[in-house]
């Protein structure tokens, strides 16, 4: 799955391809880090299979991940928020793709693929526009309209 080349996992079976018309693989890109982390184990484990396996050499499960998670919250004391939100692996996701939503460069169609979304309106819950962007936009839109480029005043 892993595409080291492309710096991208390509993941065949995903949530969204037993679904779909016509089944699309889910890319998802790999940052830097991530990558030394997965080429380190690689180095440990070997190229064949998975990297993260638990003591009896078996993959880890989406429970052995929730499990790790709260285990590290509680060493951290990360506590729940005023909500009552814990820190889950959900978070991680929510918070990459509301900065992304936050990104004027990535398009509404790139990020409904970053997400794995088929429907729009699942995406367009993770665009949070602060009020400041919009205004910013607007004004960005209103300068590029002025042929002199500066704005004018009444």
């Given at each position: ?79 729940p ?11 991680n ?24 979304h ?8 993770y ?28």
């Amino acid at each position: 799955m892993v595409d080291w080349g492309g710096r991208m996992w390509v993941l065949l079976k995903h949530k969204g391809s037993r679904t779909q018309r016509t089944p699309r693989p889910r890319i998802i890109g790999m940052g830097a880090e991530v990558e030394a982390v997965l080429r380190v184990r690689q180095e440990k484990y070997g190229s064949a299979g998975h990297v993260f396996l638990n003591a009896d050499g078996k993959p880890w499960t989406k429970d052995a991940l929730a499990l790790r998670m709260r285990r590290l919250r509680k060493r951290a004391g990360v506590e729940p928020d005023e909500r009552g939100e814990q820190f889950v692996l959900y978070t991680n996701r929510h918070t990459f793709l509301t900065q992304a939503g936050a990104d004027p460069s990535i398009s509404h169609a790139t990020l409904m693929d970053l997400a794995g979304h088929t429907d729009p309106r699942t995406t367009a819950g993770y665009i949070h526009a602060a009020r400041q962007a919009v205004a910013a936009a607007g004004r960005r839109v209103a300068d590029g309209l002025n042929p002199s480029g500066q704005g004018k005043t009444a």
